[in-house]
T-cell receptor
Framework: GAVVSQHPSWVICKSGTSVKIECRSLDFQATTMFWYRQFPKQSLMLMATSNEGSKATYEQGVEKDKFLINHASLTLSTLTVTSAHPEDSSFYIC??????????FGPGTRLTVL | AQSVTQLDSHVSVSEGTPVLLRCNYSSSYSPSLFWYVQHPNKGLQLLLKYTSAATLVKGINGFEAEFKKSETSFHLTKPSAHMSDAAEYFCGGGYQKVTFGTGTKLQVIP
C-alpha cells in the first residue's frame, strides 16, 4: 500500500513560537493532501484541503493565517502553526489522495504547546 | 453533503465473540463510505470501503461491512474479536474529502 509519513512525530514548543509539520507521500504522487486535527477522545476534524501548486481550501472556522499550508510538490505538503498557543495542542494528521479517490493517512504529529 | 453518525462511543466485547460497530449515513446521492481503525497514538488505517460495486464489503483483518440503503447503514462486523482489535474505529464518508463520525472505541475483554 501507499505510505505517507509525517515529521516530526511529536513536538513540544513554547507559546508564541511557530511549528512546521511535514507530510510526505513516499511512493506515490498526491495531487491533493488533507490536514486534520484530532482532540483527545474526539474524531478527526478536517482543517483544509491542499492542492499542489495552488492555495489551500480551509474549512469553516479554521484560521488560514494561523495554520499556513504549503503544497510545494506532488509529494510534500507542510502545515505551519503560527504563534502557537496551548489551545493549539492537538494531534495533527495528514492524508494524501492518490488516483481512485482513496486517501492514505500519515501516522500523525502530536503537538504540545507549553 | 454527506455525513455519518456512529451510534456508539464505546463497545465492549469478549475475545472470540462477534463485533458490531454501527454507522449510519445521510446523503442525497449514492455515498462513498469507509471504515478506518486507529490504534493509540497512530494514524488511521483503512479497513474497507464501499463504492457501490457490492453491498457486502470485505476488508482486512476479518472485518466486513454491509451497505443497506433501506436503513442508511454501513455497520462494521467481525465474527470473532481478537485482542489486537482493541482500537478506535471511525466511519467516514465523502468523495472529494472524507468526513468522519465521532468514533467508537472497541474494548476486547480477555
Amino acid at each position: 500500500g501507499a505510505v505517507v509519513s509525517q515529521h516530526p512525530s511529536w513536538v513540544i514548543c513554547k507559546s508564541g513560537t511557530s511549528v512546521k509539520i511535514e507530510c510526505r507521500s513516499l511512493d506515490f504522487q498526491a495531487t491533493t493532501m488533507f490536514w486534520y486535527r484530532q482532540f483527545p477522545k474526539q474524531s478527526l476534524m478536517l482543517m483544509a484541503t491542499s492542492n499542489e501548486g495552488s492555495k489551500a481550501t480551509y474549512e469553516q472556522g479554521v484560521e488560514k493565517d494561523k495554520f499556513l499550508i504549503n503544497h510545494a510538490s506532488l509529494t510534500l505538503s507542510t502545515l505551519t502553526v503560527t504563534s502557537a498557543h496551548p489551545e493549539d495542542s492537538s494531534f495533527y494528521i495528514c492524508s494524501a489522495r492518490r488516483s481512485g479517490n482513496e486517501q492514505f493517512f500519515g501516522p500523525g504529529t502530536r503537538l504540545t504547546v507549553l | 453533503a454527506q455525513s455519518v453518525t456512529q451510534l456508539d462511543s464505546h463497545v465492549s466485547v469478549s475475545e472470540g465473540t462477534p463485533v458490531l460497530l454501527r454507522c449510519n449515513y445521510s446523503s442525497s446521492y449514492s455515498p462513498s463510505l469507509f471504515w478506518y481503525v486507529q490504534h493509540p497514538n497512530k494514524g488511521l488505517q483503512l479497513l474497507l470501503k464501499y463504492t457501490s460495486a457490492a453491498t457486502l464489503v470485505k476488508g482486512i483483518n476479518g472485518f466486513e461491512a454491509e451497505f443497506k440503503k433501506s436503513e442508511t447503514s454501513f455497520h462494521l462486523t467481525k465474527p470473532s474479536a481478537h485482542m489486537s482489535d482493541a482500537a478506535e474505529y471511525f466511519c467516514g464518508g465523502g468523495y472529494q474529502k472524507v468526513t468522519f463520525g465521532t468514533g467508537t472505541k472497541l474494548q476486547v475483554i480477555p
